[in-house]
């Protein structure tokens, strides 16, 4: 059974880069077939797509994060990660991970991050 | 971008009711592209319908997806206890994948 496991810290100060890593286990990252992406979700509200990278390093963002955010792929650790810049209190959310081709079919249980000084 | 709008906001119906949630698109969308989950608290959300209306793995037939061009429809037959949720509708074009801002379905 594929599992995803979102890390890192849970607080950030403001105008830092968040930094978080989704660790995968019980199959491939290195799967041709998938993407691996990045979803974010403030108390409360709807579900909104970061960005996404496939196997081989071809990354996708969302346009509204595109100047801050960066995902990469570490295929020899089957994880994945995201790097959110000039974080502001707007960003304190949940993030999840998730891979998916079309839809998203396995889930992260997602972290908290507070932007806060 | 497409947007996905989704409505009512929240559904207040009772147990064995038959539910009807509306997710409608700022532009067309492919069938191939629509999907729906389902969130409860605490959980990462559960896909529930692809390609707008095929069943994911393990999904109750008392769910069912319609729909095409800009509107589509998430029905659930007669609501199980288990089924009070929230559920988001999801599109994918152009490598960008957008969600629906949910549909809350609570107990009357």
């Known amino acids: 059974q594929l599992q995803l496991q979102e890390s890192g810290p849970g607080l950030v100060k403001p105008s830092e880069t968040l930094s978080l890593t989704c660790t995968v286990s019980g199959g491939s990252i290195s799967s041709s077939s998938y993407y691996w992406g990045w979803i974010r979700q403030p108390p409360g509200k709807g579900l909104e797509w970061i960005g996404s990278?496939?196997?081989?390093?071809?990354?996708y963002y969302n346009p509204s994060f595109k100047s801050r955010v960066s995902i990469s792929v570490d295929t020899s650790n089957n994880h994945f990660s995201l790097k959110l810049a000039s974080v502001t209190a707007a960003d304190t959310t949940l993030y999840y991970c998730?891979?998916?081709?079309?839809?998203?079919?396995?889930w992260g249980q997602g972290t908290l991050v507070t932007v806060s000084s | 971008e497409i947007v996905l709008t989704q409505s009512p906001g929240t559904l207040s119906l009772s147990p064995g009711e038959r539910a009807t949630l509306s997710c409608r698109a700022s532009?067309?969308?492919?069938?191939?592209?629509l999907a729906w989950y389902q969130q409860k608290p605490g959980q990462a959300p559960r896909l529930l319908i692809y390609g707008a209306s095929n069943r994911a793995t393990g999904i109750p037939d008392r769910f069912s997806g319609s729909g095409s061009g800009t509107d589509f429809t998430l029905t659930i037959s007669r609501l199980e206890p288990e089924d009070f949720a929230v559920y988001c509708c999801q599109q994918y074009g152009a490598s960008r994948w957008t969600f629906g801002q949910g549909t809350k379905v609570e107990i009357k």
């Open positions: 998730a891979r998916h081709r079309i839809n998203f079919d396995y």
């Open positions: 990278i496939s196997y081989s390093g071809s990354t």
């Open positions: 532009q067309n969308v492919s069938t191939y592209y």
